[in-house]
């Protein structure tokens, strides 16, 4: 690959980190071997503003894709667009690949023509789905799911295909509200020899009729489904997963389902409120799910799949519902 930067000033500090974040350096104007692939191309301040003004591949220029870069000040804060570098501490990070044609299908395919140019943070997600090694103790399918990345992509964030958010919740005193949600869940089934076992309030999950927010006899519960956003739900479920149990790879098959409008998209609350540490959940293109937050889920779009490398027994409360 040939990476050339026209800038304001020589660059004075820049490399490339792939998706395993292994940083490269890299000579600019030169052909020079490189794995094919996604690199972030970071560029640090060092003693001098500069100004970026195009990013070429092998002499093709980027053009409007220069506009998915971004700047990290020194303070930790996000500035997009921007392409420049100006503080101690800051730098320029756009995501480019080897071959410039896969990045302009990426792109063009993500990101709405209007867009480029003003804060795609506003209306988008960027998602990094990078290769993550497993333990050998998954079988062969599981641990290739986990190896594969897709990559970057801009996920425009009302669109029915975007595999995950963050969902900004309350703080709630897990144990209360846990025991607030155990008499109204009264349909009980194990999986995986009882490693994977879900409560749910419905027998026939995620789908109508809709039980309204009047009926849920507790305030807490009532207050917290209301707290995501749902004006009516369809289900709530209380599902635990034990060390050394894995769920396969799927989607959920809602198609069908009557309630299938009301789902699709990003609509389900997930939150592994209990022991979520050593449980890595891929979600498709949307790579490793950060579960330290709660989080709503396309679980309909993407395959996905769990395993638990840890020592506790992971809680996590599911939702569907009519989300305002």
Known sequence: MKLSVASSSPLQKFYLRDLNSNEFDIALDTDQHIASGWYELCVEYVDTKIEITDILINDSSIKYMIYTGYYTDGNGVQHQPATAVWDEGGVFSIWIHTEIGAMYQRIY?????????????????????????????????????????????????????????????????????????????????????????????KEHASDLPFIELDDISSPLVREFVTSVGYSRIIDISVQTLRPGTYIDIHRDD????????????????????????????????????????????NTIEHPHAVIHQGDQIRTSILVYGELN
């Open 254 to 297: 809602h198609y069908k389902r009557a309630a299938y409008p009301y789902i699709k998209g990003c609509k389900k609350l997930y939150w592994a409120c209990k022991a979520h540490e050593g449980v890595y959940f891929k979600h498709g293109n949307g790579g490793i799910l950060p579960l330290n937050r709660p989080l709503l889920l």
């Open 109 to 201: 395919k993500t990101i709405r023509n209007g867009d480029f140019g003003q804060n795609l943070f506003e209306k988008y997600s960027l998602i990094v789905d990078r290769p993550f090694v497993v333990k050998d103790q998954w079988p062969a399918h599981i641990r290739s799911f986990y190896e594969q990345a897709h990559g970057p992509q801009w996920w425009y964030n009302t669109g029915n295909d975007i595999p995950w958010k963050y969902c900004d919740l309350p703080d709630y005193d897990t144990d209360e509200l846990l025991s607030e949600l155990e008499p109204m869940l009264g349909h009980y089934e194990e999986r995986k020899n009882g490693g994977f076992c879900i409560k749910q309030i």
